[in-house]
């Protein structure tokens, strides 16, 4: 099985969302692993908990300190427990925009309300008073924006006829807890899963000029051209020929490069079997900090090896503006 994601939870208070991450950690299969629980309250019911149950904890108070001041701190905590990933359950701090912008795309953050409908506070209160149907959770990424991040993951909880701002979010923690585990779990998951990498690689390859999709051997692969006469460019592997490898094939531009690329880092590159021959590469992409701006700039490299002049001409013009 691969490591699991090391994951650093931001908490405020109580805890009941951590609480619910730390222990589906430990249900058999989990991908995730809670390596610090953090609090800018260092009386935080959190915690004790992520203390009794032999979790690393860190807490330092906010007051009398600049927020970047803090948000430092909390932050090398977190790199100090070699967390891949920040897990806001709680936690009662706006981020500092430079924080945010360095964690883009491994934080995530629990928000009370069905976005994007309702931002901010009083969500419950506001989906009653609007006599909405149903209230309920979203997990989101966080952005700079407050709530604005891409929804991961929601669930829906009927409002009744009886529910107060109190009862619906006793109702709505519960869903809570269900549905942060699962996103979590599958957000960290997705760099080792087929499906979310080949959906990766055909958004990038198919924004090319005069691309389109055919499979090849059973795999998928993308050309450049006409339906007809269009040429291949780029191939998805999936762990083919005893490979353990998800990866990318692209033309190289030589075999030295190849080579080259392969004895220097072979963490990333690999020569694949019959494709490695003709001077494709693979770009291994189940490893953890793929570079997908690395990824897009080698399906353009091989693109322009096999498209036509008059093809190529149409980005060249492109990159102008």
């Given at each position: 099985?691969?490591d699991?994601?090391?994951?650093?939870?931001?908490?405020?208070?109580?805890?009941?969302?951590?609480?619910?991450?730390?222990?589906?950690?430990?249900?058999?299969?989990?991908?995730?692993?809670?390596?610090?629980?953090?609090?800018?309250d260092?009386?935080?019911?959190?915690?004790?908990?992520?203390?009794?149950?032999?979790?690393?904890?860190?807490?330092?108070?906010?007051?009398?300190?600049?927020?970047?001041?803090?948000?430092?701190?909390?932050?090398?905590?977190?790199?100090?427990?070699?967390?891949?990933?920040?897990?806001?359950?709680?936690?009662?701090?706006?981020?500092?925009?430079?924080?945010?912008?360095?964690?883009?795309?491994?934080?995530?953050?629990?928000?009370?309300?069905?976005?994007?409908?309702?931002?901010?506070?009083?969500?419950?209160?506001?989906?009653?008073?609007?006599?909405?149907?149903?209230?309920?959770?979203?997990?989101?990424?966080?952005?700079?924006?407050?709530?604005a991040?891409?929804?991961?993951?929601?669930?829906?909880?009927?409002?009744?006829?009886?529910?107060?701002?109190?009862?619906?979010?006793?109702?709505?923690?519960?869903?809570?807890?269900?549905?942060y585990?699962?996103?979590?779990?599958?957000?960290?998951?997705?760099?080792?899963?087929?499906?979310?990498?080949?959906?990766?690689?055909?958004?990038?390859?198919?924004?090319?000029?005069?691309?389109?999709?055919?499979?090849?051997?059973g795999?998928?692969?993308?050309?450049?051209?006409?339906?007809?006469?269009?040429?291949?460019?780029?191939y998805?592997?999936?762990?083919?020929?005893?490979?353990?490898?998800?990866?990318?094939?692209?033309?190289?531009?030589?075999?030295?490069?190849?080579?080259?690329?392969?004895?220097?880092?072979?963490?990333?590159?690999?020569?694949?079997?019959?494709?490695?021959?003709?001077?494709w590469?693979?770009?291994?992409?189940?490893?953890?900090?793929?570079?997908?701006?690395?990824?897009?700039?080698?399906?353009?490299?091989?693109w322009?090896?096999?498209?036509?002049?008059?093809?190529?001409?149409?980005?060249?013009?492109?990159?102008?503006?």
């Amino acid at each position: 099985m691969p490591d699991k994601a090391q994951v650093a939870v931001f908490v405020s208070g109580r805890g009941t969302n951590m609480a619910a991450l730390l222990y589906a950690s430990r249900l058999p299969g989990c991908p995730y692993e809670i390596g610090l629980v953090a609090s800018n309250d260092p009386e935080a019911e959190a915690l004790t908990l992520a203390e009794a149950e032999g979790v690393a904890t860190f807490a330092l108070s906010h007051k009398g300190m600049k927020r970047s001041e803090h948000d430092a701190a909390m932050e090398q905590a977190a790199l100090d427990a070699r967390a891949q990933y920040i897990v806001l359950a709680g936690y009662m701090r706006i981020l500092t925009p430079e924080f945010v912008r360095r964690w883009e795309g491994r934080m995530l953050n629990i928000h009370p309300s069905l976005l994007p409908k309702y931002p901010g506070l009083d969500t419950h209160a506001r989906a009653i008073a609007a006599g909405d149907s149903h209230g309920g959770a979203s997990v989101h990424l966080v952005t700079e924006e407050l709530d604005a991040g891409e929804v991961l993951g929601q669930i829906k909880v009927k409002i009744h006829v009886n529910h107060t701002y109190d009862s619906l979010a006793e109702h709505v923690r519960h869903a809570e807890h269900q549905l942060y585990p699962r996103v979590l779990a599958d957000y960290v998951s997705r760099g080792t899963d087929p499906e979310w990498l080949l959906g990766r690689v055909r958004e990038l390859a198919l924004a090319l000029p005069e691309t389109h999709e055919r499979e090849s051997h059973g795999s998928p692969g993308f050309r450049v051209g006409t339906e007809k006469s269009g040429k291949f460019f780029a191939y998805f592997s999936d762990q083919h020929h005893g490979t353990p490898h998800i990866s990318l094939l692209v033309k190289c531009s030589s075999m030295d490069e190849l080579e080259s690329l392969v004895e220097a880092q072979p963490q990333a590159y690999y020569k694949p079997a019959y494709y490695g021959a003709a001077g494709w590469i693979g770009v291994i992409l189940n490893r953890p900090g793929v570079d997908w701006e690395s990824v897009a700039d080698w399906l353009q490299r091989s693109w322009r090896a096999v498209a036509p002049k008059s093809v190529t001409r149409l980005l060249d013009v492109a990159d102008e503006f």
